[in-house]
């Protein structure tokens, strides 16, 4: 006689589907406030870069106030001292670049035509990168310029963050109690110092670059070096592919000239690259963020595939974030681990 086996019943508990449906539902809300979430993580990385200075005027007996403003006066003379140096070279130089694009491309297409290298119609597709570039960058200045509203409310709350640092730790880790409260607060602490250090190494990297490429393509004799060295200072800040893409634009400016100022210039941004890799980057930001290349590549391509150019940028903080938090809470289980054997 064959067995015949029970029907399996899969009972949910009211619990479970009110879980369930609180987690869809935080989620769904998450979503909705993306924007703000994403406002907050940049200022929480503003505030990060300045709180060291801020907490250093504190502890010589400044008013928190006072040294607030003092750090953000001290900042605000800062940029305006490089834009005041820049900006006139910087305006010139770029409006003869744009001037002589239409000869640049010419003379580019020349060069691949003479060589009798395989290119079909080379300074249409230069031209249409450049369109396509130039159409970026017109949308991205229109969008930064509209969004000056945002950019006061971002200096704005990271102005009473870092007014009051202790009490908003206090808020993140309130909803805890004990050992998990505490644990809490060492995490934002950590995050602040680690985001901070990452902020402040990055603007180092990225100033150690633009200086060295501006002497490098001056000793070369290479025309527009100003405009070049600061777009290979602010690709810095994109990891790994920043710096190949910054070579493109001064290899084909060189390219103008002739084939052997292109190769000399090509020569420069390696050189610049392994003194980057070899030496500037591990002195700088190994401690910092200490991930690996393969890491760095796919969180920048990930975050560039989920947010553009804002999602690469901010790949790096969110993945060092998430570090210090995975980390932590595998010490945390380590300890029970060892506890449980000790008992």
Known sequence: ?????????????????????????????????????????????????????????????????????????????????????????????????????????????????????????????????????????????????????????????????????????????????????????????????GLGSWVRGQLTLSLIIGVVTYIGLTILGVDYALPLALVAGILEVVPIIGPIISAIPAVLVGLTVSPVLGLAVVALFFIVQQLENHIVVPMIMSKVVGLQPAIVIISVLIGATLGGIAGALLSIPIILVAKIIVKDFLQEENKLQEGIKEE
């Open 1 to 193: 006689m064959n067995d015949v086996k029970a029907p399996i019943k899969v009972e949910v508990s009211y619990n479970t589907v009110l879980f369930t449906i609180a987690t869809l539902l935080a989620l769904w809300i998450l979503f909705l406030i993306k924007d703000i979430i994403i406002l907050i993580f940049l200022a929480v990385i503003v505030v990060a870069a300045l709180l060291k200075p801020v907490e250093w005027l504190h502890s010589r007996k400044v008013p928190r106030t006072l040294a607030v403003i003092i750090t953000y006066l001290a900042l605000i003379l800062i940029i305006s001292g490089i834009v005041s140096v820049m900006i006139p070279p910087l305006v010139t130089q770029t409006g003869e670049l744009i001037k002589n694009l239409p000869s640049i491309i010419g003379t580019i297409n020349d060069f691949f035509v003479f060589n009798k290298i395989p290119v079909n119609d080379v300074s249409n597709v230069i031209g249409n990168q450049l369109n396509t570039a130039g159409s970026n960058i017109v949308s991205i200045t229109t969008k930064i310029f509209s969004s000056i509203f945002l950019v006061v409310t971002l200096l704005a709350l990271s102005f009473y963050m870092l007014l009051e640092w202790n009490v908003f730790v206090r808020l993140i880790s309130s909803p805890f109690s004990g050992h998990q409260e505490k644990r809490v607060a060492n995490i934002v602490t950590k995050v602040e110092k």
